[in-house]
């Protein structure tokens, strides 16, 4: 008995020493998957900072452009302002110097009618064909109160 008792231990301690060895090559293919899987995360990383620059600077690019765009568009709503003032005044004083000329001719003039706003255009094709037909019969109308 006393010769099987070593040759059990080191019967163990082998198959041990082999299960420890075949671990180590388990866990060194899992090592060398898990590196390649940080160089290609790595690699994302990166790809993906470039991204957010690029995507940085086209966000600038189109804020200098909605900034412009809006500077522009004030300045010409601006002169637009200016040139209806303008219009307003000049169409008050040409009235009030036909007022003086009708005075001085002796010539009654009648009180213009106010202008009413232009209707909006018709958005559907209903409108449309209604609006089409209303002006044919008012067309119509006429011609025939012509034509009687």
């Known amino acids: 008995m006393?010769?099987?008792?070593?040759l059990t231990i080191e019967s163990l301690v082998s198959i041990l020493l082999l299960l420890t060895i075949?671990?180590?090559i388990r866990l060194n293919e899992q090592l060398k998957r898990l590196k390649a899987n940080g160089a290609s995360m790595q690699q994302t990383i990166a790809?993906?900072?470039t991204a957010t620059e690029s995507?940085?600077?086209a966000i600038a690019g189109l804020k200098a452009t909605v900034q412009e765009a809006d500077e522009t568009l004030g300045e010409r709503l601006r002169v637009a302002e200016r040139y209806s003032a303008d219009m307003r005044q000049s169409t008050a004083a040409g009235a009030e110097v036909l007022q003086r000329l009708c005075r001085i001719a002796g010539v009654q003039l009648a009180e213009p009618e106010p202008q009413e706003e232009p209707e909006p255009a018709p958005r559907d094709a209903r409108s449309i064909v209604a609006a089409a037909q209303a002006?044919?019969?008012r067309t119509r109308a006429r011609v025939q109160g012509l034509a009687a």
Do not use: G, M, S, V
């Open 2 to 6: 006393i010769n099987t008792l070593p």
């Open 22 to 24: 075949l671990y180590c």
């Open 55 to 57: 995507a940085e600077r």
């Open 135 to 137: 002006f044919a019969e």
């Open 47 to 49: 790809e993906l900072i």
